[in-house]
């Protein structure tokens, strides 16, 4: 009950800061990134760009933004095979790929930094999200778009966004970077032997997998109620979508009170500010959250309070779905691909209890690991020095498992 009234004082308070700081809406001076698309940000870094759409085997059509060329340079060959090792950066929940550029300068940001080191870069964005939030049947409208979690981003989302770069590139493999839930993604897809044999190089960054404890305030108040039944009888179907409402609202909120910020965001997915550029924070909260489905978090709720396992439908729903009256379990052992993780001290969802008891299920597909004791989740892509302590590391070992060499000189780990 405490937690309940701790979240419903919660909404009161950010209601009622937002009543008194909009009218102050004047003096808040806009960052011009603040109303960029992800595309319109990389081209205002001077960058050349491209936008591709693809359709997953159950309808959903994913965005996706290439980066093919470092900055300055002339697209190498547009949509088309330009030679260059590729690299696919997926974000996590609540996120989107617009993290991978969002920086101030571009030398924070992976997905300029790959760049200029000779990767050809697509940034990726998974079903629900603010750039792929279209279907060729249903509309965000229709309860049917949202019956998924990250099940269907890892079984259908994922190996067709591999399967794609592939297809313009010309190359047999391609290297896989996520952070938080895209990680979960790929350590669910990369036990298919098929789909390994794509991927050269698997870099999990904040990897999530078990979250028996985790500490997100958030999933813990989700795992208490019966939160779907709730949010399905208040009609709910996406969870915190991103809209223009909050695009507008969210950097005036940061920007009167960055502490207010902090915990609307550590609700989600739980952070602190010691590493991220505070002046840089209402940028970022005007691109977040990037939505998801009500189903996809209460399917990590579900996990939180029973595993690692497939979502639960409920028994008649599971043994229809899977022939069973409980989920099948994700067994991680059966995970085949390359692999490289970065972990965080700080990290409500990556607990480091729950990546301790990842490390030794990889066996010797861990080709490498890096713990940040002052790290928390997000710090891994909004960080202003991961370029320093994480991104080296990454660029380094993809460079050295890329099917191609670059002209580019390697970053020294």
Known sequence: MMRIITLASFVVVVSLL???????????????D?????????????????????????????????????????????????????????HGVEDIGTSWVIQENVY????????????DVWISNVRGTTYSNSHIKY?????????????????????????????????????????????????????????????NLFVAFAPVVRVTHCTS????????????????LLGEKAFLPDTPTMQKLMPVLCGASPDMCQNFLGLI?????????????????AHEPGGTSVQNVVHWSQCKKHGYRK??????????????????????????APVIIFYGGHDDLADLTD????????GDHLLYQKFMPSYSHIDFVWGENAYQWIYNDAVSFLQKYAPTSTSQTHVSL
């Open 139 to 199: 509309n965000p409208t229709q309860k049917e778009f949202w019956a998924w979690s990250f099940d269907q981003m890892a079984e259908y989302d994922l190996p067709t966004v591999v399967d794609y770069v592939l297809g313009v590139t010309g190359h047999e493999t391609v290297g896989y970077a996520g952070h938080s839930q895209g990680t979960t993604m790929g350590f669910i897809a990369f036990t298919n032997p098929e789909l390994v044999k794509k991927i």
């Open 34 to 90: 603040d109303k960029r698309n992800i595309s319109q940000i990389i081209v205002a870094r001077g960058y050349a760009e491209e936008d591709h759409h693809v359709v997953t085997p159950d309808g959903f059509i994913l965005s996706l933004q290439r980066i093919p060329a470092s900055r300055y340079q002339p697209n190498p060959a547009p949509y088309a095979a330009n030679g260059k090792p590729a690299v696919i950066l997926q």
């Open 311 to 336: 979502y639960s439908y409920g028994p008649l729903g599971n043994l229809e779905k899977y022939g069973q009256l409980e989920p099948p379990s994700y067994n991680i052992t059966e995970f085949l």
């Open 269 to 285: 997915m739980g952070f602190d500010l010691s590493n991220i550029n505070n002046t840089r924070l209402p940028v970022i909260m």
């Open 217 to 232: 305030e958030l999933l813990d108040v989700m795992a208490d109620l019966d939160l779907a039944n709730i949010l399905e």
């Open 18 to 32: 937002l009543a008194t700081t909009i009218n102050a809406n004047s003096q808040f001076e806009e960052n011009p």
């Open 108 to 119: 924070q940001s992976l997905g300029f930094i790959l760049a200029d080191a000779g990767f």
């Open 355 to 362: 990546v301790e008891w990842l490390i030794p299920q990889l």
